[in-house]
Nanobody
Framework: VQLQASGGGLVLPGGSLRLSCAAS????????LGWFRQAPGKEREFVAA????????HYADSVKGRFAISRDGAKNTVYLQMNSLEIEDTAVYYC????????????????????WGQGTQVTVSS
């Protein structure tokens, strides 16, 4: 089972990026797919999550209203649309899956996720 995160890059403040997380060896049919990020010198933090079956979503307060998580069943891929990017959003972004059967807003700790992608760098800079 592998998760492949992509779509990172360099963007100006106020710009947008869309990250993708594609699965191989695993078909998303249930569970939760989450995005985390880790900025230099900081701990990895929760960004957003989506329950595959219900499409229920949950966001960190710092990205609410700016980021949107979605999924495409046909492509077995989850997306993170990031708008109005700020310098503070600069980080390596990781996707991960969780099989915990809780409401999605309760699944936001690293230990609750068991398969991780390799990360994609997002740099917001002028």
């Amino acid at each position: 089972v592998q998760l492949q995160a992509s779509g990172g890059g360099l963007v100006l403040p106020g710009g947008s990026l869309r990250l993708s997380c594609a699965a191989s060896g695993l078909t998303f049919s249930s569970g939760v797919l989450g995005w985390f990020r880790q900025a230099p010198g900081k701990e990895r933090e929760f960004v957003a999550a989506i329950r595959w079956s219900s499409r229920s979503t949950h966001y960190a307060d710092s990205v609410k209203g700016r980021f949107a998580i979605s999924r495409d069943g046909a492509k077995n891929t989850v997306y993170l649309q990031m708008n109005s990017l700020e310098i503070e959003d600069t980080a390596v972004y990781y996707c991960a899956t969780s099989s915990r059967n809780l409401i999605v807003s309760q699944i936001r700790e690293e230990y609750e996720y068991n398969t991780w992608g390799q990360g994609t760098q997002v740099t917001v800079s002028s």
